[in-house]
């Protein structure tokens, strides 16, 4: 079992930045992906950012591309996801996810595919 908790949420005015921290606990010996999530309110949950076990690969969808970058620290087992130039579209509730990966070396893009979240915090991005 792997506990997430995400924090850095929060209202900002666009063009603002914000930085949201996950951490894990618990089963944090094996090597996975870790992966960010949103959903706006009606909208369906969608994919933001992945980055491998050892950091060195990352996958943004097109809408943060640029604006957004994802990192992590696995001695601290805490996965960051930097948010610059937000827009009000930005605004949603973000969920990171953990994906066990054998080799360390896969991208995960698909929210069923991760084996644990977190609770999600808010982020409201005002115009």
């Known amino acids: 079992q792997v506990q997430l908790v995400e924090s850095g949420g929060g209202l900002v005015q666009a063009g603002g930045s914000l930085r949201l921290s996950c951490a894990a606990s618990g089963r944090t010996t094996s090597s996975y992906t870790m992966g960010w999530f949103r959903q706006a309110p009606g909208e369906e949950r969608e994919f933001v950012a992945a980055?491998?076990?050892?950091?060195?690969?990352?996958y943004y969808a097109d809408s943060v591309k640029g604006r957004f970058t994802i990192s992590r620290n696995n001695a601290k087992n805490t996965v960051y996801l930097q948010m610059n130039s937000l827009k009000p579209e930005d605004t949603a509730v973000y969920y990171c996810?953990?994906?066990?990966?054998?080799?360390?070396?896969?991208?995960?893009?698909?929210?069923?595919?991760?084996?644990?979240w977190g609770q999600g915090t808010q982020v409201t991005v005002s115009s």
């Open positions: 980055i491998n076990w050892s950091g060195g690969n990352t």
């Open positions: 996810a953990v994906k066990y990966d054998k080799y360390g070396r896969t991208l995960y893009s698909r929210g069923y595919e991760y084996d644990y």
